[in-house]
């Protein structure tokens, strides 16, 4: 099993949750995030003053998924959420080693299933 976890422009949200479960990934946690990296914030202008923003709006994607679709999804992520310009965000993938459905307390690849 592993863990993707991948930060993406909130614009791209939609996009990438239909190619997500295309790919498919059975279930996903979407959490609204901010943060920077290359891009270290930008300038705005409002109500005639400027100031700089540091941390960006992002969207932070977390997806448990058994170890032969993990190609499928991550291809799917970097697909989507692509637009060519910086800030499109990262993926990331960990093992890892156990999951729990709580309600059936099913263990790992059947806890993640649909």
């Known amino acids: 099993m592993k863990f993707i976890i991948a930060i993406i422009k909130p614009s791209r949200l939609d996009a990438v949750l239909d190619a997500v479960t295309e790919a498919g990934a059975s279930g996903i946690t979407v959490t609204e995030v901010r943060g920077y990296g290359r891009q270290k914030g930008k300038t705005e202008v409002y109500r005639g003053a400027e100031y700089e923003v ?7 994607l977390e997806i448990a998924v058994p170890a032969d679709i993990v190609e499928r ?5 970097t697909r ?10 990262k993926v ?5 080693e156990a999951a729990l459905r709580i309600r059936t307390g099913e263990q790992d690849a ?3 299933s649909g």
């Open 92 to 96: 990331f993938v960990l093992n890892l």
């Open 73 to 77: 999804v991550v291809e799917a992520i």
């Open 80 to 89: 989507t959420a692509n637009t060519g310009k910086i800030g499109d965000g």
């Open 54 to 60: 540091k941390l960006l709006p992002k969207v932070k």
């Open 110 to 112: 059947p806890a993640i």
